[in-house]
């Protein structure tokens, strides 16, 4: 039987302002209270139980029996014999792509002399201890693994424990194995974000959690990052997948449509859009979508997550970019004759693909690009995945006796103007000394 879905076609210039912001909303299925009085009770039993919850969890969540949480090496090696030397090379390609770009941000130490005698540094550590969620279930993210892990060890972290539904899928255990893992648990959904937060008998607490995963994942991420129960960082929210297209008349309707499914297909409450000046690329797109969607393993998951997604028809590319920032989409590709010209105008967007040959499925295994990014409009102000979140930096100064004289007066004033006579004390006690 075939599946039928397009998405509704609107013209952004015959919306209300109100309609306007309806065209940009999310999919509903996000940010269902329901879903973190869930993850709560889910938080509060692994907090309570232990690992006697992780095996109760992956056993209702994943219908798997776990006899034990950890992996050891024998499985590991194991798991790693049974990967085909196809999606081996593939691997060492994409590695060796995502190691280069990342080992390029390494951090410059900054040491500068602000006025004479006042030394001022900025240092970089790595995080010690963090974990990293990799999504499993019916699509194992094993681009996910190379995403998170390179980094992590490229930066210097000394912990580096990954997470991942049972049953893991072999080729995640080998890409972990490459990119240096040795500690993997057989545990996911938000109860793997409990137990990294809190630790229990077999699962380590870490610093920082990192990865995406479904909006189980993404709202237990939330909770123990605010939980005063606990001192865990997140990366950033890192929910549902996500894609806009902006599209000018001479784009290839069916590079859109490919484009828009590549998204669609990763879980229901994903979304896709198109903005586009062309109605006629819009109509060719929903036909596209019709006929591809037909021969897509995962067509009655795309076909949810395209019931929640929309064309928008706009009067020009600045147009288009505009509308684009308002969303704030986790991916971004511009197909347009001139698609540098429209980057200028883009504010918001976790990563952007320029041009009809740079589909957004290159950066989400192996251009070389972070595929971690803030979805849900958060990349109008959070950054996407690099080499500095797993590091935290620190400043450092440092003062000669004559650096002193020369900046104490200043801070003496300031200290006395804000009321703080400690402040002003701890510079006075000093230049008395000199």
């Given at each position: 039987?075939?599946?039928?879905?397009?998405?509704?076609?609107?013209?952004?210039?015959?919306?209300?302002?109100?309609?306007?912001?309806?065209?940009?909303?999310?999919?509903?299925?996000?940010?269902?209270?329901?879903?973190?009085?869930?993850?709560?009770?889910?938080?509060?039993?692994?907090?309570?139980?232990?690992?006697?919850?992780?095996?109760?969890?992956?056993?209702?969540?994943?219908?798997?029996?776990?006899?034990?949480?950890?992996?050891?090496?024998?499985?590991?090696?194991?798991?790693?014999?049974?990967?085909?030397?196809?999606?081996?090379?593939?691997?060492?390609?994409?590695?060796?792509?995502?190691?280069?770009?990342?080992?390029?941000?390494?951090?410059?130490?900054?040491?500068?002399?602000?006025?004479?005698?006042?030394?001022?540094?900025?240092?970089?550590?790595?995080?010690?201890?963090?974990?990293?969620?990799?999504?499993?279930?019916?699509?194992?993210?094993?681009?996910?693994?190379?995403?998170?892990?390179?980094?992590?060890?490229?930066?210097?972290?000394?912990?580096?424990?990954?997470?991942?539904?049972?049953?893991?899928?072999?080729?995640?255990?080998?890409?972990?194995?490459?990119?240096?893992?040795?500690?993997?648990?057989?545990?996911?959904?938000?109860?793997?974000?409990?137990?990294?937060?809190?630790?229990?008998?077999?699962?380590?607490?870490?610093?920082?959690?990192?990865?995406?995963?479904?909006?189980?994942?993404?709202?237990?991420?939330?909770?123990?990052?605010?939980?005063?129960?606990?001192?865990?960082?997140?990366?950033?929210?890192?929910?549902?997948?996500?894609?806009?297209?902006?599209?000018?008349?001479?784009?290839?309707?069916?590079?859109?449509a490919a484009d828009l499914l590549s998204q669609a297909e990763h879980g229901p409450d994903s979304q896709v859009m198109l903005v586009t000046d062309s109605e006629s690329v819009a109509n060719e797109?929903?036909?596209?979508?019709?006929?591809?969607?037909?021969?897509?393993?995962?067509?009655?998951?795309?076909?949810?997550?395209?019931?929640?997604?929309?064309?928008?028809?706009?009067?020009?590319?600045?147009?288009?970019?505009?509308?684009?920032?308002?969303?704030?989409?986790?991916?971004?590709?511009?197909?347009?004759?001139?698609?540098?010209?429209?980057?200028?105008?883009?504010?918001?967007?976790?990563?952007?693909?320029?041009?009809?040959?740079?589909?957004?499925?290159?950066?989400?295994?192996?251009?070389?690009?972070?595929?971690?990014?803030?979805?849900?409009?958060?990349?109008?102000?959070?950054?996407?995945?690099?080499?500095?979140?797993?590091?935290?930096?620190?400043?450092?100064?440092?003062?000669?006796?004559?650096?002193?004289?020369?900046?104490?007066?200043?801070?003496?004033?300031?200290?006395?103007?804000?009321?703080?006579?400690?402040?002003?004390?701890?510079?006075?006690?000093?230049?008395?000394?000199?």
């Amino acid at each position: 039987m075939q599946t039928q879905q397009t998405m509704q076609i609107l013209d952004w210039n015959e919306l209300s302002s109100t309609k306007q912001k309806t065209a940009l909303n999310r999919s509903p299925l996000v940010g269902d209270n329901s879903v973190e009085r869930s993850v709560r009770d889910i938080i509060n039993t692994v907090v309570a139980d232990g690992d006697s919850a992780l095996v109760k969890y992956s056993q209702q969540f994943d219908g798997v029996s776990i006899d034990s949480i950890a992996m050891s090496d024998d499985d590991i090696s194991l798991a790693c014999t049974r990967v085909s030397e196809e999606v081996k090379s593939a691997v060492a390609n994409a590695v060796n792509n995502i190691e280069t770009f990342h080992q390029a941000q390494t951090f410059q130490a900054i040491d500068v002399e602000t006025q004479p005698g006042v030394r001022c540094e900025l240092r970089s550590e790595p995080i010690q201890k963090v974990g990293l969620y990799i999504p499993g279930g019916s699509a194992p993210l094993i681009s996910t693994v190379m995403m998170l892990a390179l980094p992590a060890k490229i930066a210097g972290c000394e912990q580096r424990v990954l997470v991942s539904p049972p049953p893991i899928n072999d080729a995640i255990v080998y890409a972990a194995k490459v990119c240096g893992i040795t500690e993997i648990y057989q545990v996911g959904g938000a109860q793997a974000i409990a137990a990294l937060a809190f630790g229990t008998e077999s699962v380590p607490s870490v610093d920082k959690i990192f990865g995406p995963g479904n909006r189980f994942v993404t709202e237990a991420k939330r909770l123990v990052s605010q939980d005063g129960r606990c001192s865990v960082a997140i990366d950033m929210p890192a929910g549902p997948s996500e894609v806009l297209v902006i599209a000018d008349e001479l784009a290839n309707p069916a590079f859109i449509a490919a484009d828009l499914l590549s998204q669609a297909e990763h879980g229901p409450d994903s979304q896709v859009m198109l903005v586009t000046d062309s109605e006629s690329v819009a109509n060719e797109v929903n036909r596209e979508l019709s006929k591809q969607l037909n021969v897509l393993s995962r067509q009655d998951i795309a076909a949810q997550a395209l019931s929640c997604s929309r064309s928008i028809i706009v009067d020009d590319m600045a147009q288009a970019a505009m509308v684009s920032n308002l969303y704030g989409p986790e991916h971004l590709i511009i197909q347009s004759e001139k698609p540098r010209d429209v980057l200028t105008n883009i504010r918001a967007a976790g990563s952007v693909f320029l041009g009809a040959y740079t589909p957004e499925s290159v950066g989400d295994y192996a251009s070389g690009t972070n595929h971690v990014l803030p979805t849900y409009g958060y990349s109008r102000s959070v950054s996407s995945l690099s080499l500095a979140d797993f590091s935290r930096r620190f400043t450092v100064q440092e003062l000669t006796p004559q650096g002193l004289q020369g900046l104490g007066e200043t801070v003496m004033v300031l200290a006395e103007n804000e009321l703080l006579d400690a402040h002003k004390n701890a510079v006075a006690i000093r230049l008395n000394s000199l």
